[in-house]
């Protein structure tokens, strides 16, 4: 690969989902040179497995499609894709950063026609979907990838699979003799955005996600909707039937000690959200009922939350539920009691979502000494972190309004750092 | 926090929640309840008390005094501690349940007629007498728990264990009449005295 160019009046930009991309090209627009570093081969994260916003409801592609113009049009920002930070060390105004690059096995010469994945047998999990359904070992993560570039997985590396993708490609682009490359460079600043996972709901061992097939999590039910999804955009449970009567269960994983201690934010409007996804797609057909503890739906966006309650075939039951336990023809039933009256129930529903909370992925280990991440694993804002900046779900759990601000705050503060280096500044 | 604030706080905070802080095992926790339910409907008592832990809590906030501590709930609690492992908030419920039935009983309010807190009566007597539990006695006054013919029935039910264990010498029936007795009687007399006065004051302070 061609030699990276950085300097100590760099701004490095860890992770390329929505945060990250707002932050680099707010730094980059403001005529600082970004490296963004990316650990997916394509940018676009968590948003670009999301079927719609709230509360607008409008399509993610939409945002990410204006991001991708203005990082296109950016002489100022370096994007690297497949590749990981394995340590920092320095400090601000001199970070030495130390960069693993995962070989894609596909160069600048693919136009992502497809013969590739056309050609190949092999199949692997598809982590765009959760791992819900499989896809070719030569593949383009999604249709919203940037760079449109495809990618061959490791797995088939040696195999007879390779050749024939390599055989079947007209403009040379498959490359297997591409290595892992580690590389070091110098930053002046670091914006973290590595974003958010979903919570992993097999830990909640008293909703037997791993028992019960018709329990899914939120993120599974969002690539539901997508038409080249695992379900072809249908909702559907794991038999292929449609469902009647949905239940969201809240705070699955958040605001617990035994899990996550802090509130995950958009868990409750993502779930009334899905009940519109639920009522476009089934009407009358499918009723949801949401079980909650407090709906955390705030200023503004309470107003989506009264119109969904408006909908007579969403119903809301102010109760934690204790435990599910296996129904008939693949029906789980939610035991608890209600909060209002505190009253015994066991419901049957065919299907189960868990609003399962957003999980930072701020590593640990690889920061210099006294950069402060606290107890939720977020990165603090505070002044012994010297040029590191946490932003977006990084720095907390925020919607994707939030972190977008947070991210433009977090480049306005690297921005600070470099303009000192270059001495244009305080 | 302002002093204000906290001046208000104290105002709108209920005098029963600060007498159960002040005075029940872990009371200081209450405060933390959010009513979530998950206590609740982990109990495996299920339908038989008559008010789940989380409305307890609730009760305790809204100054239910005596229907809380003359709740039968707490009376109820196995100890599975399946509350204590799922609240989200980490409250140590079957130890504040604990924590309201002693202080209910210390109050006078436990209910009667109710099970355990015969089978606590009865356990209690055996130590203040003989300074030790003599587990024959405890025994026999649980068969006779509700009655003389229904004591009849139980012992005539359980004969076979009985019997099996005089035989393998698990139980000495002569215990019933005398049985071991701890030495210093009189001191253990004296040290209980002393307790309850200590606890009349208590009760004159908070109970009515």
């Known amino acids: 690969?061609?030699?990276?160019?950085?300097?100590?009046?760099?701004?490095?930009?860890?992770?390329?989902?929505i945060s990250g991309l707002t932050a680099a090209l707010e730094a980059a627009e403001c005529g600082k040179q970004v490296l963004l570093i990316e650990k997916a081969p394509t940018v676009g994260g968590r948003v670009g497995q999301l079927y719609k916003y709230f509360p607008k409801l409008c399509f993610p592609t939409c945002g990410l499609e204006i991001q991708y113009r203005r990082l296109k049009a950016?002489?100022?920002?370096?994007?690297?894709?497949?590749?990981?930070?394995?340590?920092?060390?320095?400090?601000?105004?001199?970070?030495?950063?130390?960069?693993?690059?995962?070989?894609?096995?596909?160069?600048?010469?693919?136009?992502a026609c497809g013969d590739c994945a056309n050609a190949v047998e092999a199949e692997v999990d598809d982590a765009h979907n959760y791992n819900m359904k499989k896809t070719k070992a030569a593949y383009l993560p999604h249709n919203m990838a940037y760079p449109q570039r495809y990618v061959?997985?490791?797995?088939?590396?040696?195999?007879?699979?390779?050749?024939?993708?390599?055989?079947?490609?007209?403009?040379?682009?498959?490359?297997?003799?591409?290595?892992?490359?580690?590389?070091?460079?110098?930053?002046?600043?670091?914006?973290?955005?590595?974003?958010?996972?979903?919570?992993?709901?097999?830990?909640?061992?008293?909703?037997?996600y791993d028992r019960y097939d018709n329990v899914i999590t939120n993120v599974e039910f969002e690539r539901m909707m997508d038409p080249k999804g695992p379900t072809g955009g249908k909702i559907q449970r794991a038999d292929g039937t449609t469902p009647k009567n949905i239940a969201f269960i809240q705070c699955a994983g958040s605001r617990d000690r035994n899990h996550l201690k802090h509130c995950s934010r958009i868990c409750c409007m993502a779930s009334l959200?899905?009940?519109?996804?639920?009522?476009?797609?089934?009407?009358?057909?499918?009723?949801?009922?949401?079980?909650?503890?407090?709906?955390?739906?705030?200023?503004?966006?309470?107003?989506f939350h009264q119109r969904v309650k408006q909908d007579p075939n969403v119903s809301f039951v102010k109760s934690k539920v204790a435990n599910i336990v296996g129904g008939s023809d693949g029906n789980v039933v939610l035991r608890g009691v209600d909060t209002e009256g505190y009253n015994r129930y066991a419901n049957e529903?065919?299907?189960?979502?868990?609003?399962?909370?957003?999980?930072?992925?701020?590593?640990?280990?690889?920061?210099?000494?006294?950069?402060?991440?606290?107890?939720?694993?977020?990165?603090?804002?505070?002044?012994s972190n010297g040029g590191i900046f946490g932003a977006g779900c990084s720095s907390d759990a925020l919607d994707v309004n939030r972190a977008a601000q947070n991210a433009t705050a977090a480049a306005l503060r690297a921005i600070q750092v470099v303009n000192q280096v270059a001495g244009t500044e305080g | 926090m302002s002093e204000m604030n906290q001046a208000m706080i104290e105002k709108y905070r209920s005098n029963f929640l600060q007498e159960v802080e002040a005075n029940v095992e872990e009371g200081h926790w209450v405060k933390m309840c959010m009513q979530c339910g998950v206590c609740s409907g982990s109990c495996p008592m299920e339908n038989n008390w008559d008010h789940p832990p989380q409305?307890?809590?609730?009760?305790?906030r809204a100054n239910k005094r005596d229907e809380v501590l003359s709740s039968s709930s707490m009376w109820m609690c196995t100890s599975c501690y399946n509350c204590i492992a799922r609240c989200p908030r980490g409250l140590p419920i079957t130890h504040i349940m604990h924590g309201l039935a002693s202080y209910g009983k210390r109050m006078g309010l436990a209910p009667k007629e109710q099970p355990t807190v015969k089978f606590g009566d009865i356990f209690w007597k055996s130590i203040v007498e003989n300074g030790r539990v003599n587990e024959l006695k405890i025994g026999v006054g649980l068969y006779f728990m509700n009655g003389?013919?229904?004591?009849?029935?139980?012992?005539?039910?359980?004969?076979?264990?009985?019997?099996?264990?005089?035989?393998?010498?698990?139980?000495?029936?002569?215990?019933?009449?005398?049985?071991?007795?701890?030495?210093?009687?009189?001191?253990?007399?004296?040290?209980?005295?002393?307790?309850?006065?200590?606890?009349?004051?208590?009760?004159a302070k908070f109970g009515k």
């Open chain 2, 55 to 60: 409305e307890l809590f609730m009760m305790i």
């Open chain 2, 148 to 203: 003389f013919v229904q004591g009849i029935k139980n012992a005539l039910a359980g004969k076979e264990l009985g019997l099996a264990m005089m035989k393998t010498k698990r139980m000495n029936p002569m215990e019933y009449f005398g049985g071991h007795k701890c030495k210093d009687r009189s001191g253990i007399a004296k040290m209980l005295a002393k307790a309850a006065e200590f606890e009349a004051e208590h009760v």
């Open chain 1, 273 to 303: 959200k899905q009940t519109t996804y639920v009522a476009e797609q089934l009407g009358d057909e499918c009723k949801s009922t949401i079980y909650y503890i407090d709906i955390r739906a705030i200023d503004r966006i309470d107003d």
């Open chain 1, 349 to 383: 529903h065919d299907l189960v979502v868990l609003a399962t909370g957003m999980q930072s992925t701020v590593p640990t280990g690889i920061f210099p000494e006294g950069t402060v991440i606290n107890e939720h694993g977020f990165i603090d804002l505070d002044e």
């Open chain 1, 1 to 17: 690969m061609s030699e990276v160019v950085a300097t100590n009046e760099t701004i490095m930009v860890v992770g390329g989902g």
């Open chain 1, 152 to 208: 061959i997985d490791p797995s088939i590396i040696g195999t007879a699979d390779a050749d024939k993708a390599k055989a079947a490609c007209k403009v040379g682009a498959v490359d297997l003799e591409m290595q892992e490359e580690n590389l070091s460079v110098t930053v002046g600043s670091v914006i973290w955005a590595t974003g958010w996972k979903p919570y992993d709901a097999a830990k909640i061992q008293p909703y037997g």
């Open chain 1, 74 to 111: 950016n002489k100022n920002i370096r994007l690297m894709t497949m590749t990981e930070v394995a340590g920092i060390s320095g400090e601000a105004g001199n970070y030495s950063v130390d960069l693993k690059v995962a070989p894609r096995y596909v160069n600048e010469n693919c136009t």
